[in-house]
């Protein structure tokens, strides 16, 4: 009880206090020269499909139905190189779960549930945006984040549970994307594509071997909406195809 009314306060932070265009491609505008930004977003990953990057460890088991579900909620301080150019920082925290098969021919199948325990998630990114015509605006946003988790595999297999740790967790992300808008008065919706790649690697367990998942599916769209209150705004944004996720944040400059 005490990790969701956490969660949900932090949904409400995201929401209403001041950020630089959060979520996951980051909104369409830029701080402006000389400017600084900062704020939090919240994303939650309903799905990611992965795939086993390492298959050759396991002799006999074949993984399937790899899914990754969890939240990320993420500070990001900005500054404007230039009217157009943003260069920002990634601070925050992180947890997911990995849902698996595991399959040996002429025995039942094994559930695996692979949990990357909340911890600290980092990176770096540039944000460019290119006036088009009229109100008409595109960009690029390019990032890369790294985390580092305690993390724990658990399998059921007949009714039976089984758990260890792993000793090292390691989450490496790094997109490109592709966005075009209209700045419409206090609205500006806007989309585009995504290249995202991901790995995720579990080593050093005492009684499971060594993991690494990919992301199965790396290019994905994206839709998404920033509304200004006058000098701050609110954003909402949506991915499809590389995940299926929700983003939600604000953002000012100063």
Not at 77 to 97: A, H, N, R, T
Request: charged share 25%; proline share 2%; hydrophobic share 40%.
């Amino acid at each position: 009880m005490k990790k969701l009314i956490g969660i949900f306060l932090l949904i409400l932070m995201s929401v209403f206090t001041p950020e630089v265009n959060a979520s996951t491609a980051g909104g369409i505008e830029t701080s402006g020269q000389g400017r600084f930004g900062l704020g939090i977003s919240t994303v939650f990953v309903i799905k990611r499909d992965l795939e086993h990057a390492n298959k050759e460890v396991l002799s006999l088991e074949t993984i399937s139905e790899i899914e990754m579900d969890g939240y990320q909620i993420l500070f990001k301080p900005s500054y404007g190189l230039s009217d157009d150019l943003d260069i920002y920082g990634i601070i925050g925290m992180q947890e997911f779960d990995v849902d698996s098969k595991g399959s040996v021919p002429g025995f039942a199948s094994s559930t695996y549930v692979d949990t990357l325990e909340r911890d600290v998630a980092y990176g770096v990114g540039l944000k460019f945006k290119y006036d088009l015509r009229e109100d008409w605006v595109a960009g690029v946003d390019a990032r890369y984040l790294l985390a580092g988790h305690e993390a724990k595999s658990t399998e059921n297999y007949l009714g039976n549970t089984f758990s260890a740790k792993y000793n090292s967790a390691e989450y490496e992300e790094w997109q490109v994307a592709l966005l075009a808008g209209r700045q419409m008065k206090n609205f500006s919706p806007y989309a585009g594509l995504k290249y995202s790649e991901l790995a995720i690697e579990l080593t050093e367990s005492p009684i499971w071997v060594d993991m690494r998942y990919e992301s199965d599916n790396d290019l994905g769209i994206f839709l998404g909406l920033d509304y200004d209150w006058g000098g701050w705004s609110s954003n909402l944004e949506i991915d499809l195809l590389t995940e299926t996720s929700i983003g939600l944040g604000t953002s000012c400059q100063f």
